[in-house]
């Protein structure tokens, strides 16, 4: 039999707090210097670590959180994505580096960020979100947002995403990390 599992959240704005709340069976506070040391059993952030200014120090605060045992595992956009490793699209550049992402990371980047925090790497999985359909659009309309029929002519495009994950060329990495 699964234990229960205890929920919290924080979340920075208020529509995104209220909305956090149905998920979660604990507290949910705006400002991790809310949060009491619960020493929790994992912390996860999916596409937020991005926006961090200061690195480190988040993952100080999310470290000091953490069990002896515990985890951190986080989603990011990855630096790697095909569209600027492969494919050198500047309009995709333009739409991923701007000021709401002071750091784009890949897993050399995160080795570094995560290692300053003395947390050691566990594991790291490349996931490609996105398929043919959307780096065509890319090309052809400049700008994000998809394209109908490129969307019907390629919406089973598995191999190429798999093919993406297999080089390590992906638009989104999760890394996780343990106390170490």
Same mark, same amino acid.
């Given at each position: 039999m699964l234990d229960t599992c205890n929920t919290h959240a924080c979340e920075l704005t208020i529509n995104n707090l209220e909305y956090s709340k149905q998920f979660i069976s604990g507290s949910a506070n705006n400002s991790l210097d809310n949060v009491k040391e619960n020493n929790f059993d994992v912390i996860c952030m999916f596409h937020v670590f991005e926006h961090i200014r200061k690195p480190v120090e988040f993952l100080n605060t999310c470290k000091s959180l953490l069990n002896k045992e515990g985890c951190i595992l986080i989603e990011v956009p990855c630096s790697d994505d095909p569209l600027i490793t492969l494919y050198n699209c500047e309009e995709f550049k333009d739409f991923v580096f701007q000021p709401m992402h002071p750091m784009i990371y890949n897993e050399k980047s995160l080795d570094y960020v995560f290692n300053k925090s003395v947390l050691k790497k566990e594991e790291v999985i490349y996931y490609q979100r996105y398929? #043919? @359909? %959307?780096? #065509?659009?890319?090309? $052809? %309309? +400049? $700008?994000?947002?998809? !394209?109908?029929?490129?969307?019907?002519?390629? @919406? %089973? %495009? /598995?191999? =190429? $995403?798999? +093919? #993406? @994950? !297999? /080089? +390590? $060329?992906? !638009?989104? /990495?999760? =890394? /996780?990390?343990? #106390?170490?």
């Open positions: 398929g #043919l @359909e %959307n780096h #065509l659009s890319w090309f $052809k %309309n +400049k $700008k994000s947002g998809g !394209d109908v029929k490129l969307t019907e002519l390629f @919406e %089973n %495009n /598995i191999e =190429y $995403k798999n +093919k #993406l @994950e !297999d /080089i +390590k $060329k992906t !638009d989104t /990495i999760f =890394y /996780i990390a343990r #106390l170490g």
